[in-house]
């Protein structure tokens, strides 16, 4: 079985227990892909490694555009792109709220939402 077959089994296999029920997977995905490019361009801003973050990023697309979609294309790029600004917008209240505990709320919700997303890509 090629890398990228096994990568999609796999998260596929994660994601049945982790999408909710009748949840499409590309509706997991795109948001996770949206997700990881917010966490990726916010490295590169910060100044941060990125290149884990990258290729993360770059499977996580991978394994959305390996998918039959059941969603029409334009709805399933808006959902990442939805994503990516939601995320963006947790990045930068993380890093640059004027009260330490929002900025603390912000950066953990960003982390457990990564870490959920990062759950399902195995490298």
């Known amino acids: 079985m090629s890398r990228m077959k096994s990568l999609v089994v796999i998260a596929l296999l994660t994601t049945a227990g982790t999408a909710q029920a009748g949840e499409p997977l590309e509706r997991t995905f795109a948001h996770c892909a ?4 917010a966490d990726m361009e916010h490295r590169w801003l910060m100044g941060e490694p990125a290149e884990e973050a990258e290729a993360r990023r770059n499977a996580m697309v991978a394994l959305l555009f390996s998918l039959d979609w059941s969603l029409p294309p334009e709805r399933v790029l808006d959902m990442r792109i939805a994503a990516k600004f939601a995320h963006a ?3 930068q209240r993380a890093a640059f709220a004027p009260d330490p505990e ?3 709320r912000a950066a953990r919700r960003a982390e457990v939402e ?3 997303c990062a759950g399902l890509v195995l490298m």
Request: proline share 0%.
């Open 89 to 91: 917008s947790l990045l």
């Open 114 to 116: 990564l870490a959920h």
């Open 102 to 104: 929002e900025a603390a």
């Open 34 to 37: 949206g997700r990881m490019s």
